[in-house]
C-alpha cells in the first residue's frame, strides 16, 4: 500500500491535541465541564436572555441537577471531511445547520414535469404552434407564475418575490436544435454542465423530450409538507400554458391539468407507509439510486469523492432529517451520520480498500459479483477498521457508539464491494454481512439496540422474490422495513459505488440526474460536504426565511 | 455439547463462558446488603416490591401447557421485575454485550435482557434478579476497573481509559483508592451513604489472557479463520434460504 | 409426507396427517374458519346508548376520550331494544348469524357478501354501519334533525375525515388504510385481541396466529412455489405441535434455560437425519424441515422462558437470543433464514425503550418492527403473553376485553388448535 500522508490521523492529532495516538490512557474530569464547548457557552447566555423575556425557562445546561453532567472528558471539535473546517458537533445538529436544512430543501422542492404531453394537447387538441419562440414565452410566463404572480385572473392576491426568489422552472432536453434555439437563461445545459462522455450519453437517453424543471420556493415546504410540491409546481405551470397559449375552454383546460398534475410528473418521492405517513416527496419516499443522482459530485470529482460525497448526502437526509425525525422527533442523532463526513476517517479508509481493490482485482469493475467476493471484501473491511481502533485508541473514542462504528464499517464495506464488482445488489449483501455478523463477533458488541434487526431480516429478503422483497438496490429507500431503519447510508454508498465503477452517467434517472446540476440551486451538490461546513461555519445563505415580513421588512 | 466455533484461546473462552455447567471463580464477596444498596430498587432488609399478588393466590386460566412450567421463586412470589445493566469495556471486560446476552440465556431463568453497543440490560424478577446479580459480580465475569454497574448515563466503553485504568463514567459512580475501587454512587448514581469496595481491578495481563475480544493484544480477527469462515456459511445460508429454500446448499 | 398431531397434553389426537391437507385450497373447513375473522362484526349496545346520551364521539385516543359535542346529546333506550335491533339487522343484512352476549351485539355478514367484496375487511363494518344506522333511526323515528348522522358516528367515528374507522362498531381485523403492506390484514390483530379471543391459552393462541399469519401469506404469495413446503411445516410444527416437537422440548428443557432448547433442537435435528454434524458445522438435509424443527424450538424457549418469569416481557429477548445462539454455535441458519432474530430485535428495543414502546401484548404482526417475520414470530408472542401474570399494563384482560365475551358467539373459534387438526382430517364438513 502508499506510502501517501494519512488525513485521518492528521485530524485525529489535531482534533485530540495530542501527538500520541496509541495511547489508550487519558485523563478525565479536568477540562471544565460543558464550558469546553463555546457553543454551549453562547447558548447558556442566549438562554437566559429568553428565559427572561419569555417567563418560561429553557435550556438550562449550566444548571448541575439537569441529568448527565456534560464534558467531564475532552470535547473534541470536528472537522468536516475534504474541508478545513473545524466545527464542534452542535454546527452538525440539524435544527443549527443551515446547509443540512436547504440540502432537504432543495430536494424536496423539487419536482420535474414532462412538457411533451401538454405540446400535444396543444398541437393536436387545441391546433396551436409550439415553436422555440412560444417556448420561450412560455418559459418567461411560468417563472411569473411560479413564484406566486397571476396571470389569468384579476383580483387575486400576489406574492411578494422577495419571498419567493428561490422559485423557478428550467428546461432540460436532449434535443440539440431545440435546445440552442431557446432562451440559454431557461436551460439545464447538459453540455455545459457534465463531461463530455456523459453529456453525449444523457443526451442520447433524454432525446428529444423535454421536462421542465421546476422548483417551488422553499418557503412553500416550510409552510407545508412535500405533498404540496407537485400541486404548486403543476397548478402555476397550467396557468402558465393558459397564459403563454392563450387557451379558453373548460374541458382542455382539464386535460391540461391532468397532463401536468399526474400524467408526467416526476415526483421524487413515494407517499410512506401508514405509521409513518408523508406526503410524495418527503425523504423516506426518495428511492436510494435518486439520492446517487442527486448528488453531482462525479461531474467534478474522481469515482471515491463521488461516492463519498453520496454517503455524506444520503446519511445526513435519510438517517439525520428522516430517520431523526420519525423516530426520534428530530433532536438527537448527529453522531451516527457525522462519523461518515468528519475527520477523514471514512475517507482514509476508503482510500486504503480502494488501493486493497487494485491491488487484488486490478481495478473498479474488475470481479465478477459473488458471495466469495461478497464476504472477502466485508472481511477485509472490517479488519482493517478494527486494527485501526487497536492502533489508535482515539479513532475508537471518536466512534464511542456501536451505531457509528457499524454505519462506518458497513458503509466502508459497501462501497468497496460496489466499485470492485460494480454490481449494487452485491454492495447491500457486503453492508448487511458486516452489520448483522461480523462486527459482532470481533468485538462481542454490535450497534446500536435494535441495529442489526434490519440486516437480518434484508439477507434473506432482498433476493427472496416475495412481493416486499427483491426489489432492485436502487429503487429501495427507507420506506421499506428492511432497509429504513438509522443505517441507509451504506445502500447509498454501495449503489453510487456500483455505478461510478462502471462509470455511468446516471444510476435511475437522467433527469433527475440533470435536474440537480442546475447552477442557481441553493446547495451546491456538487459539494455536500463543504456546504455542511460552510453551514456549521455559520457561512450558509439560505432561503425560505420570512425576514421580509418582519417589522421594517422589504 | 454445542460449542462456540474456532479452537483459538478467545474461542475456548467464548465457549467456556457459554457452557452451562462452568463454574466462574469467585474473586470478591459482596454482602447481601451491598448488592442490594448497589443496584437500589429497595432498602436492605425492606421486602421485596411486590407487582401481583403470589401465584398460589392468583386465579389463572386451566391450561397444561402452564402448568409444565416452573415459575421462578421472583415469579411464585409476585416480585416486581427489576433492572441491573453493565457498561463493558473494549479494553477486556470479562465479559461483554453480546456474550453477556449469550450467557444470561444460557445459565439464567425468567431473564429480559437488551444488547446495546456498549452496555447490556438485565431485567428479572427482583429476586432473581439479585441472584443472578451476585454471581455477575462475584465472580471472574467482572472487574471493577473495566465493567461496572451503570443503569443511566452509561457512555464510556469506548472511551481510552482513565491514567489509573478505569473506565470513564460521566457520572463517577466509582473510584480508585488504597488498591480497590469503590462505589460512592449506586447503578442510577444516587449517593450511597457508605462507599461499597469492589475490590482491586484485575492487573491487565489476566485481563488479556481471559479476554473474549478479537483483538491485537489477543488475537486478531482476520487469524480467527474458523469463526470467519463459519459466520460465512450463517451469511450465505441465510441469503440461499431466503431466496429458495428447496435447493441444498452446502 | 404425513405427520401425527398431539394436544396441549402431549396426547396424539390425529394420526397421518398428509401435510398438504393443511393448505386452504384443499381444507376447506380452514377456509371456513378463516372467513370468520373477516365477516364477524360486533357492538357494544351500552356503549352506543351512552355514547349518544353523552355526545362522546369523535375521539382519537386509544386510551380514553379527548371529544364530547355539546348540544347533540340523543338519550334513546337503545339496549332496551335490542331485539328490535337485532331483528331490523337480519333484514337488512340479510343474515342469520346475529347473536347478543349481553349488550354486545356480534354479527357476521353472509359469506355471499365477501366473496362478492372487492375489500372484504373493509365491507361487513361499513356495510353494517348503514344497516344499524338505518335500524336505530326506523326505531326511535329519527329524521334529519333528529341526529342520525351522531348514530353514524358514533358507529364508525372520525370516518370518512380520518382514513380508517375508529367508532363503536369493531372488526377483528384492521382496514386496509391503516395496515403496513398490501393483503396484510390478517396480520392486522394485536397480540392481546388473540390471546383472548382463544381464551388465552397457550396452544389455542399459537395455532389462531398462525392460522391468520397462514392466511396472510397465502394471500400475499410467501407460501408460494419454493416457499410452500417453509410454510405449511412451520404451521404443522410450531403453529399445531406436529409430531409432539414443541410439546415434548418443552417437557425435556423444561428445568434448564433456552441453551438447553438450542441443545435439544439441534439434538432432535440430528436424531431424525434433517441435519449432520460434520466436525462441527450441521449441514441441513432439508431447509424448510429444519426451519420448522428451530421454528418449534423458538416456541418451546419462549413457554420456558416465559414461563419462568411468569411475564411476556422478555419475549423478544428469548427470541433473539434463542435464534443467535442456534446460529452461532451450529452455523445453521435461524429460523426464516434470520428474520425472526432480526424482527425479535427489533421488537425487544421497541419495548425497552423511547421510541415508540408497548408492551408485547399490543403488537401486532402487520407492525413495521415485526412485519419482516412472516409467521414465525407473532404466534410465539402470544404464547409469551399467556403466561403474563399482570407484569404489563397493556395485557389481554384489560385491551381485549370484549374478545372473551365475542368468543362466546363464535364456537367455530373454540379449542381452536384441535379444530384446526381436525379440519384437515375433513371433520366439520357440511
Known amino acids: 500500500m502508499s506510502k501517501k500522508e494519512n488525513i485521518m490521523i492528521k485530524r485525529l492529532k489535531e482534533i485530540f491535541n495530542t501527538e500520541d495516538l496509541t495511547d489508550k490512557h487519558t485523563s478525565f474530569y479536568q477540562f471544565g465541564g460543558w464550558k469546553q464547548s463555546k457553543r454551549k457557552q453562547e447558548f447558556v447566555i442566549r438562554a437566559k436572555q429568553i428565559a427572561e423575556s419569555r417567563g418560561i425557562p429553557i435550556y438550562l445546561r449550566d444548571r448541575d441537577d439537569i441529568g448527565v453532567p456534560l464534558g467531564q472528558r475532552f470535547y473534541e471539535p470536528l472537522y468536516i471531511s475534504s474541508t478545513e473546517t473545524l466545527c464542534e458537533r452542535e454546527d452538525l445538529q440539524l435544527v443549527n445547520n443551515a446547509a443540512i436544512q436547504q440540502m432537504g430543501d ?449 | 455439547m454445542l460449542k462456540y466455533p474456532g479452537n483459538d484461546k478467545i474461542a475456548k473462552r467464548r465457549s467456556y463462558m457459554l457452557n452451562p455447567d462452568a463454574k466462574f471463580k469467585k474473586l470478591r464477596e459482596i454482602p447481601d446488603e451491598d448488592l442490594i444498596l448497589l443496584l437500589g430498587h429497595r432498602e436492605p432488609g425492606s421486602g421485596y416490591r411486590a407487582i401481583h399478588p403470589p401465584l398460589d393466590d392468583l386465579m389463572v386460566q386451566d391450561d397444561p401447557i402452564l402448568k409444565l412450567v416452573d415459575p421462578t421463586p421472583g415469579a411464585q412470589h409476585g416480585d416486581a421485575i427489576e433492572f441491573v445493566q453493565f457498561t463493558d469495556s473494549v479494553y477486556h471486560s470479562p465479559l461483554v454485550p453480546v456474550f453477556r446476552s449469550r450467557l444470561y440465556s444460557v445459565r439464567y431463568k425468567g431473564v429480559d435482557h437488551v444488547t446495546y453497543s456498549g452496555r447490556q440490560l438485565m431485567e428479572a424478577r427482583a429476586r432473581d434478579l439479585e441472584k443472578y446479580t451476585k454471581e455477575l459480580l462475584e465472580t471472574e465475569l467482572f472487574d471493577p476497573a473495566r465493567s461496572a454497574l451503570r443503569g443511566i448515563t452509561v457512555h464510556g466503553s469506548s472511551m481510552r481509559l482513565d491514567e489509573n485504568g478505569l473506565m470513564f463514567d460521566a457520572r463517577r459512580r466509582y473510584l480508585l483508592k488504597d488498591g480497590e475501587i469503590w462505589y460512592l454512587k449506586n447503578q442510577m448514581a444516587i449517593p450511597l451513604d457508605k462507599p461499597i469496595s469492589l475490590g482491586p481491578p484485575t492487573p491487565e495481563n489476566i485481563l488479556i489472557e481471559n479476554s473474549i475480544i478479537y483483538k491485537k493484544e489477543t488475537i486478531r480477527y482476520r487469524d480467527a479463520k474458523e469463526l470467519l469462515d463459519h459466520v460465512g456459511k450463517i451469511f450465505e445460508r441465510s441469503l440461499y434460504g431466503g431466496f429458495n429454500p428447496e435447493v441444498k446448499h452446502e | 409426507m404425513e405427520l401425527d398431531f398431539y394436544d396441549e397434553k402431549g396426547k396424539l389426537i390425529a394420526e397421518g396427517i398428509p401435510l398438504n391437507s393443511l393448505d386452504f385450497r384443499s381444507n376447506k373447513n380452514l377456509r371456513k374458519m378463516v372467513s370468520t375473522f373477516r365477516r364477524t362484526v360486533f357492538i357494544d349496545l351500552h356503549a352506543l346508548e351512552n355514547t349518544l346520551k353523552n355526545g362522546l364521539v369523535g375521539g382519537e385516543m386509544i386510551v380514553g376520550n379527548e371529544c364530547k359535542v355539546l348540544g347533540v346529546e340523543l338519550e334513546h333506550p337503545i339496549v332496551e331494544n335490542k331485539e328490535e335491533i337485532i331483528h331490523k339487522l337480519q333484514e337488512y343484512l340479510a343474515t342469520d348469524e346475529i347473536t347478543a352476549i349481553e349488550d354486545l351485539l356480534v354479527i357476521k355478514v353472509p359469506m355471499d357478501d365477501i366473496e362478492i367484496a372487492c375489500d372484504s375487511v373493509s365491507s361487513p363494518i361499513l356495510k353494517t354501519s348503514v344497516a344499524l344506522t338505518q335500524s336505530i333511526a326506523e326505531i326511535f323515528d329519527l329524521n334529519i334533525f333528529d341526529g342520525v348522522d351522531l348514530v353514524k358516528t358514533a358507529l364508525l367515528g372520525r370516518y370518512p375525515q380520518n382514513v380508517a374507522p375508529n367508532g363503536l362498531l369493531k372488526s377483528f381485523l384492521k382496514v386496509p388504510t391503516k395496515v403496513e403492506g398490501l393483503s396484510s390484514s390478517y396480520r392486522s390483530m394485536s397480540v392481546n385481541d388473540i390471546v383472548a379471543l382463544s381464551g388465552k391459552k397457550v396452544f389455542d393462541s399459537v395455532a389462531m396466529a398462525w392460522l391468520l399469519e397462514f392466511a396472510a401469506a397465502n394471500e400475499t404469495g410467501y407460501s408460494v412455489g419454493w416457499y410452500k413446503r417453509l410454510y405449511l411445516l412451520g404451521f404443522a410444527y410450531q403453529g399445531l405441535n406436529a409430531n409432539n416437537l414443541t410439546y415434548e422440548l418443552v417437557k425435556e428443557c423444561k428445568k434448564g434455560t433456552l441453551y438447553d432448547v438450542v441443545d435439544a433442537v439441534v439434538q432432535k435435528a440430528c436424531e431424525d437425519k434433517i441435519i449432520e454434524n460434520l466436525d462441527g458445522i450441521y449441514y441441513p438435509s432439508d431447509m424448510p424441515l429444519w426451519n420448522a424443527y428451530a421454528a418449534s424450538g423458538q416456541l418451546a424457549a419462549t413457554i420456558i422462558e416465559c414461563g419462568a418469569i411468569r411475564s411476556a416481557q422478555s419475549v423478544g429477548s428469548i427470541i433473539s437470543t434463542y435464534n443467535d445462539l442456534l446460529q452461532i454455535l451450529t452455523g445453521l441458519p435461524s429460523v426464516e433464514f434470520g428474520r425472526a432474530m432480526g424482527s425479535a430485535i427489533f421488537m425487544n428495543w421497541l419495548s425497552h425503550s423511547i421510541y415508540g414502546g408497548g408492551g408485547a401484548g399490543v403488537f401486532s404482526g402487520e407492525h413495521v418492527s415485526v412485519k419482516g417475520s412472516r409467521g414465525f414470530l407473532i404466534p410465539c408472542i402470544c404464547a409469551a403473553m399467556c403466561f403474563d401474570v399482570g407484569t404489563q399494563l397493556f395485557v389481554p384482560d384489560t385491551t381485549s376485553k370484549n374478545m372473551y365475551k365475542i368468543r362466546e358467539a363464535l364456537p367455530e373459534l373454540h379449542d381452536i388448535h384441535k379444530r384446526i387438526i381436525y379440519s384437515c382430517r375433513g371433520d366439520g364438513d357440511e
Not at chain 1, 477485509?380 to 486494527?387: A, G, I, N, P, Y
Not at chain 1, 451505531?403 to 459497501?414: C, D, E, K, M, Y
Request: charged fraction near 20%.
Open chain 1, 106 to 554: 432543495d430536494i424536496k422542492r423539487t419536482v420535474i414535469i414532462g412538457l411533451d404531453l401538454a405540446h400535444k394537447i396543444l398541437k393536436e387538441r387545441l391546433g396551436k404552434e409550439v415553436t422555440p419562440e412560444t417556448i420561450n414565452h412560455y418559459m418567461e410566463v411560468v417563472n411569473h407564475t411560479m413564484p406566486g404572480g397571476v396571470v389569468a385572473q384579476e383580483h387575486m392576491a400576489e406574492v411578494n418575490p422577495e419571498l419567493t426568489k428561490d422559485s423557478y422552472a428550467k428546461i432540460v432536453t436532449g434535443n440539440q436544435e431545440l435546445k440552442d434555439s431557446l432562451d440559454s437563461r431557461f436551460i439545464l445545459d447538459i453540455d455545459q454542465l457534465f463531461p463530455e462522455e456523459k453529456a453525449e450519453e444523457i443526451n442520447d437517453e433524454i432525446g428529444s423530450r423535454i421536462f421542465q424543471v421546476t422548483r417551488v420556493p422553499t418557503i412553500a415546504i416550510r409552510i407545508a409538507d412535500g405533498g404540496i410540491v407537485h400541486r404548486w409546481a403543476s397548478q402555476q405551470t397550467v396557468l402558465a400554458f393558459i397564459a403563454a397559449y392563450s387557451i379558453g375552454g373548460g374541458a382542455p383546460l382539464s386535460d391540461f391539468a391532468f397532463a401536468g398534475k399526474h400524467a408526467q410528473v416526476i415526483v421524487l418521492g413515494n407517499t410512506t407507509w401508514p405509521r409513518r405517513a408523508r406526503a410524495p416527496n418527503e425523504f423516506g419516499g426518495i428511492p436510494f439510486g435518486y439520492i446517487s443522482d442527486i448528488c453531482q459530485a462525479d461531474r467534478v470529482s474522481d469515482p471515491l469523492t463521488y461516492v463519498l460525497e453520496s454517503v455524506a448526502l444520503g446519511g445526513v437526509l435519510y438517517d439525520l432529517i428522516w430517520w431523526g425525525g420519525y423516530m426520534g422527533g428530530g433532536v438527537g442523532p448527529v453522531n451516527g451520520t457525522a462519523s461518515l463526513y468528519t475527520n477523514e476517517v471514512l475517507d482514509e479508509l476508503s482510500r486504503y480498500m480502494d488501493e486493497w481493490i487494485h491491488h487484488n482485482y486490478g481495478g473498479y469493475n474488475s470481479v465478477k459479483p459473488s458471495l466469495e467476493v461478497v464476504k472477502k471484501i466485508a472481511q477485509e473491511s472490517v479488519c482493517r477498521v478494527l486494527e485501526e481502533y487497536d492502533n489508535y485508541p482515539v479513532l475508537l473514542e471518536e466512534h464511542w457508539g456501536g451505531g457509528i462504528r457499524l454505519n462506518v464499517i458497513s458503509t466502508l464495506a459497501s462501497i468497496t464491494t460496489g466499485l470492485a464488482t460494480g454490481n449494487s445488489l452485491a454492495s447491500l449483501m457486503a453492508g448487511h454481512y458486516v452489520y448483522a455478523h461480523l462486527v459482532k463477533e470481533a468485538m462481542g458488541r454490535n450497534a446500536w439496540g435494535g441495529g442489526e434487526a434490519v440486516d437480518l431480516v434484508s439477507i434473506p429478503d432482498i433476493v427472496s422474490t416475495f412481493p416486499d422483497g427483491a426489489l432492485i438496490p436502487e429503487l429501495r429507500g427507507p420506506n421499506i422495513f428492511s432497509t429504513m431503519v438509522a443505517h441507509s447510508a451504506f445502500p447509498v454508498g454501495g449503489i453510487t459505488a456500483s455505478h461510478a465503477a462502471k462509470g455511468h452517467p446516471w444510476v435511475l434517472s437522467p433527469v433527475v440526474k440533470v435536474a440537480f446540476s442546475d447552477p442557481n440551486l441553493v446547495f451546491d451538490f456538487r459539494y455536500v460536504r463543504r456546504e455542511i461546513a460552510k453551514g456549521a461555519k455559520r457561512e450558509f445563505n439560505f432561503t425560505g426565511d420570512r425576514n421580509a415580513l418582519r417589522p421594517g421588512g422589504e
